[in-house]
């Protein structure tokens, strides 16, 4: 049953803002106590936790991407957002979006969308 479900382009060209919207059908994302998390993983390297934002509208992100990083959310539409500016190649990678009753790991996530593949590339 998939649960979340990620959009947004197909390819992003460099120097570009690279978005993506995750809508949660199975929890709301005000529920307490779990974070809706942007996970990524580029090709032929393992996962990299990217951020999060909380039940509260509280974010957190990794610290090799805050300075590029910003998520945020719709409650009316149940759904948050990626944005990830200053896109370079090396931000080519598979995007889940996810679901988490903690912070911070890959493996606290209970629940993944099925990943965009997003190519940056001119």
């Known amino acids: 049953q998939v649960q979340l479900q990620e959009s947004g382009p197909g390819l992003v060209k460099p120097s570009q803002t690279l978005t993506l919207t995750c809508i949660d059908s199975?929890?709301?994302?005000?529920?307490?106590?779990?974070?809706w998390t942007w996970i990524r993983q580029p090709p032929g390297k393992g996962l990299e936790w990217m951020g999060a934002?909380?039940?509260?509208?509280?974010?957190y992100y990794s610290s090799s991407l805050k300075s590029r990083i910003s998520i945020s959310r719709d409650t009316s539409k149940n759904q948050f957002t990626l944005q990830l500016s200053s896109a370079t190649p090396e931000d080519t990678a598979v995007y889940y979006c996810?679901?988490?009753?903690?912070?911070?790991?890959?493996?606290?996530?209970?629940?993944w969308g099925q990943g965009p593949q997003v190519p940056v590339s001119s």
């Open positions: 996810a679901r988490a009753p903690d912070l911070g790991t890959t493996a606290a996530c209970d629940y």
């Open positions: 199975g929890r709301s994302i005000t529920s307490n106590n779990y974070y």
């Open positions: 934002i909380n039940f509260r509208g509280n974010t």
